[in-house]
């Protein structure tokens, strides 16, 4: 199992970009599905993104349809561009990996990163 790591998280203001990279130990496969949920306090964690590493195909939660962007970053991680922020944005950040084609649910996830905090003020 894969020991995935986050960075890019941060501060930033209502309306703004920030973008989130993750860095796996070693190259990707593109059996892979890679994925980015949050999770914010008291609430459960979500799915946001994923991408299916070998086609590059991409899917998003509704709330951040337009707005993030996921893609692959070389052979070894994954970014997540965030824009038009919003304060309902405000969670950790979670890298995600597994084998499924769709990954949506964290019980498909089969390697987590530690995350990383972002924080949207309004």
């Known amino acids: 199992q894969v020991t995935l790591a986050e960075s890019g998280g941060g501060l930033v203001q209502a309306g703004g970009s920030l973008k989130l990279s993750c860095a796996a130990p070693g190259r990707i496969f593109s059996s892979w599905t890679m994925a980015w949920f949050r999770q914010a306090p008291g609430k459960e964690r979500q799915f946001v993104a994923g991408?299916?590493?070998?086609?590059?195909?991409t899917y998003y939660a509704d709330v951040v349809k337009g707005r993030f962007t996921i893609s692959r970053d070389g052979a070894n991680a994954v970014a997540l561009q965030m824009n038009s922020l919003k304060s309902e944005d405000t969670a950790v950040y979670y890298c995600?990996?597994?084998?499924?084609?769709?990954?949506?649910?964290?019980?498909?996830?089969?390697?987590w990163g530690q995350g990383t905090q972002v924080t949207v003020s309004s």
């Open positions: 995600a990996s597994g084998t499924q084609y769709t990954i949506t649910d964290t019980r498909d996830v089969r390697s």
């Open positions: 991408i299916r590493w070998g086609s590059r195909s």
